[in-house]
Nanobody
Framework: QVQLVESGGGLVQAGGPLRLSCAAS????????LAWFRQAPGKEREFAAR????????YYAASVKDRFTISRDNAKNTVYLQMNSLKPEDTAVYYC??????????????????????WGQGTQVTVSS
């Protein structure tokens, strides 16, 4: 299993940007499909974005599409989530997750959390209005 550690969370004003990072160690990073999920207080964990092993395909939840960008640097064993135009409803604990699943097609969302076997501990993002 790959070990994942998120960083970069914090308090930001609505409309501002924030970039999350997730550093990995352990098994070969480039073999993992990676995703970001988030969980707000009292709500279920929800999918935000995912990226394929070579970075060639990304997929976003409708709630973050056109505001968030997921990327990865396999040389640095790191996945990123650039978040722009943040809204108070983006407030949540953000988790990165890894899966050895290989997509059958680039349009596959791979949004279900049960696909992912490696999880970080989470980083808090708070957006003030």
């Amino acid at each position: 299993q790959v070990q994942l550690v998120e960083s970069g969370g914090g308090l930001v004003q609505a409309g501002g940007p924030l970039r999350l990072s997730c550093a990995a160690s352990g098994r070969t990073f480039s073999t993992y499909l990676l995703a970001w999920f988030r969980q707000a207080p009292g709500k279920e964990r929800e999918f935000a974005a995912r990226i394929t092993q070579n970075g060639g395909s990304t997929y976003y939840a409708a709630s973050v599409k056109d505001r968030f960008t997921i990327s990865r640097d396999n040389a640095k064993n790191t996945v990123y989530l650039q978040m722009n135009s943040l809204k108070p409803e983006d407030t949540a604990v953000y988790y990165c997750a890894g899966s050895l699943y290989t997509l059958l097609g680039s349009s596959t969302s791979a949004a279900h959390p049960t696909l992912y076997t490696s999880w970080g501990q989470g980083t808090q993002v708070t957006v003030s209005s």
